[in-house]
Each structure stands twice: as structure tokens, then as C-alpha cells.
């Protein structure tokens, strides 16, 4: 038995594993392999509609909102993005919370100016800045919604009538928002949405078109709209694992079912760290993460031990980030509640041998 609690790619749905498998040598009785089939057959329009309807459907969204699979993983959005809704003379304000959206910061300081309204990097990104304004002159606001490897998370939108732009990538359909608040939001696949290889973008069509730079057609976002995410050979398989973890999704009940079930996975494992002195959750308890939960242990010399226990008990992907140390659990939607009871057993017999 594995226990997979890798921070992405990550665990998938059983049930997209063994049907991605099967559409590897046959898909849907038509002798051809997934693998083979043109992104401009009937067949490949069938699984990119469905995998956009269907997240239409669990994300409750509007008709002003588009959806986007494209290339380039979450990175190429911190460029693509202010490439496309910022002109050099106009200033975006970030919230400046984790490695991630540092490297957006990064990035989008080549397109324009860059107002960073707030910082937790003061205390190494272990809590979620407050008390920030963003100035009215921001052509949008980003920030990071969970930051996967500090293990903190934003648990409620930004008060601003600013537009807002969010990287998602590691909490996107893991509890309910309204996703229509935002102006665009942008998630690569590999967590909770399907397979590595592909980037999920949600935009306002009405942000689009005001920037005076020259785009190149792959980064023009408007471009990819009109053609349907089909402006060159996507990443067909990929997509197609995508439909299949949404579909997974739709039939479990949508995002509030899989919110509830991941506030218990949480639950547990904070509570058992919070009645475990060995244990200590490095970020503030009021942004703590449910999709990335990170800790160290007080003796750092037992963490050693702990990891060996966690790996012969079949527990994988449980090391933390090399910039933070100690341990990250990830809690992604395919991860079953089984998984966190077995971890947090360890956890508890560990701490009783060491007592
Ligand atoms: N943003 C966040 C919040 C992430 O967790 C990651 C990857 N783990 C990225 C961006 C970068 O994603 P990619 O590797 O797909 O470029």
C-alpha cells in the first residue's frame, strides 16, 4: 500500500488512472489509442467541451468568463499574464506571500510597473499579510490563493474592487468561491484538476484587448479564445485526464462535497499536530493550508527517524520543500481521508515511542 502525498504532480482519482490507462491502448471502441487521435477530430472536441463545460459547471460560472487549457505550466502565466492586461506605463499591485508569487512579481516587473502592497517574506512567508491597501490606480491585484510551499492559504477573497487575478494552482476546486469575483485565474493541472502538461485559465473577456504591445499570437490570449484552446496541438492527453478528474469531480457531488470531505482531511492532521509536542506547524494558525500542511519537528533530530518510519509504512512525497525543511503533507483532492488516518496513526505511535 502507498500512500501518496506528493505536493503535484500528485495523487489522481483510481478511477482516471485505470480509464486513462485503458484509453492509452483503446479509446471508446473507436481502435485507436488517445495517443493517436487528431486534436481536430470529432472525437478530441467531445473531451475538450466536456472538460470545459464541466468546469464551468463546478466553478458556477458566468458567461463573461472564458476557459482556457493552454501550454507552458503556471510559470508561463506570470508573464502571460501581465503581457496581456498590462501596458509599461500602468501598475498592477501583487501581494508578495510565498515563492510563487515572488517569481509572478518577478516576471511581471518586465511589462510594467509593479506595486507590491504587502510582504510576509519578513517571517519566511509563514503567514498571509493583512491590513494592506491596494491602490486605485492598479490595473489588477494578484496574489497566490494557496502557497504550496509555504503551506498557507487565503481563505477569503481580497476586499477590493480591484481586478483580481489569482494563481490557484494548488487549491482550484477544493472549496467553494465565487469564482466569478475574479478577472482571471490560472492553475496548472497537476494538483487538482488532472495530469501534468497543462494550464487551466479563467478570464474576463472584458480585461482583454487594452494593452498597446505587439503579442505574439501563442501568447495572446484572445487568440486562444477564438480558437477554442485549438490554436495549435494541445496537449491532447493531458486534457483528456483533465475531463476525466472534473467528471470524477461532477459525480462525487462538485466542489462543496470534495470542500467537505478536505475540511475533515485538514482537521485531522492539524488537530493531531496541535496534541503533539513533538510536532510543531510552522505557519499561523489562522492561514493555515488544507491542501499543503507543513510542519518540523521540535528535535530536529528525530525528523530523520520519522521520515524512515513514513517510508516504510509505504508514505511517500511527505519531505518538505528543501527551502523550508521538516515536512509537507499534501491533502489534494484525490487524496482519500484513509490516507491522512493511516498518517496520522504513525504520527501518534511515533510520539508515543519517543515519549
Ligand atoms: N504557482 C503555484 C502556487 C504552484 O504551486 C506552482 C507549482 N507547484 C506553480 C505556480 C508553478 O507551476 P508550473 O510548474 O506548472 O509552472
Redesign the pocket.
Known amino acids: 500500500m502507498v500512500y501518496n502525498f506528493n505536493?503535484?504532480p500528485s495523487i489522481l482519482p483510481k478511477e482516471v488512472f485505470e480509464q486513462a490507462s485503458r484509453a492509452v491502448l483503446e479509446y471508446n471502441g473507436t481502435g485507436l489509442s488517445i495517443l493517436e487521435i487528431g486534436h481536430r477530430t470529432a472525437l478530441f472536441q467531445e473531451v475538450i467541451d466536456e472538460a470545459m463545460a464541466t468546469t464551468r459547471e463546478l466553478m458556477k460560472l458566468d458567461s463573461d468568463h472564458e476557459i482556457l487549457f493552454l501550454h507552458?505550466?503556471?510559470?508561463?502565466?506570470?508573464f502571460q499574464v501581465p503581457m496581456n492586461l498590462l501596458n509599461e506605463s500602468e501598475t498592477a499591485a501583487y501581494l508578495d506571500c510565498?515563492?510563487?508569487?515572488k517569481?509572478?512579481i518577478k516576471e511581471a516587473k518586465l511589462y510594467g510597473k509593479i506595486d507590491v502592497v504587502a510582504s510576509s517574506k519578513d517571517k519566511n512567508y509563514t503567514y498571509i499579510p493583512k491590513g494592506y491597501t491596494v491602490p486605485k490606480e492598479a490595473v489588477y491585484f494578484h496574489y497566490?490563493?494557496?502557497?504550496?510551499?509555504e503551506g498557507t492559504q487565503m481563505h477569503a477573497i481580497p476586499d477590493t474592487s480591484i481586478p483580481l487575478v489569482a494563481?490557484?494552482?494548488?487549491?482550484i476546486l477544493s472549496r467553494v468561491m465565487d469564482f466569478n469575483r475574479f478577472a482571471l485565474i490560472?492553475?496548472?493541472?497537476?494538483?487538482n484538476i488532472g495530469a501534468?502538461g497543462v494550464?487551466m485559465v479563467i478570464v474576463r473577456k472584458d480585461i482583454l484587448g487594452r494593452v498597446n504591445r505587439s503579442l505574439p499570437s501563442m501568447m495572446d490570449f484572445r487568440e486562444h479564445i477564438a480558437a477554442g484552446s485549438l490554436l495549435n496541438t494541445p496537449p491532447v492527453f493531458a486534457i483528456y485526464v483533465c475531463m476525466l478528474t472534473l467528471r470524477w469531480l461532477k459525480q462525487l457531488g462538485g466542489v462543496a462535497a470534495i470542500e467537505a470531505i478536505n475540511d475533515r482531511k485538514a482537521a485531522l492532521l492539524y488537530d493531531t499536530l496541535d496534541h503533539l509536542p513533538i510536532f510543531r506547524p510552522t505557519v499561523a494558525k489562522e492561514d493555515r493550508s488544507k491542501m499543503?500542511v507543513v510542519f518540523v519537528m521540535e528535535d530536529e533530530a528525530l525528523e530523520k527517524e520519522f521520515l524512515a518510519e513514513c517510508k516504510a509504512n509505504g508514505m511517500v512525497g511527505v519531505k518538505g520543500h528543501r527551502s523550508v525543511g521538516g515536512f509537507r503533507v499534501s491533502l489534494y483532492n484525490a487524496l482519500p481521508l484513509a490516507s491522512v488516518q493511516a498518517l496520522t496513526e504513525l504520527m501518534n505511535e511515533f510520539a508515543l515511542k519517543k515519549a
Open positions: 505536493a503535484g507552458g505550466g503556471a510559470s508561463t502565466q506570470f510565498g515563492t510563487w508569487g517569481k509572478a497566490t490563493t494557496n502557497n504550496t510551499i494563481d490557484m494552482s494548488s487549491d490560472y492553475a496548472g493541472a497537476q494538483k501534468a494550464n499543503n
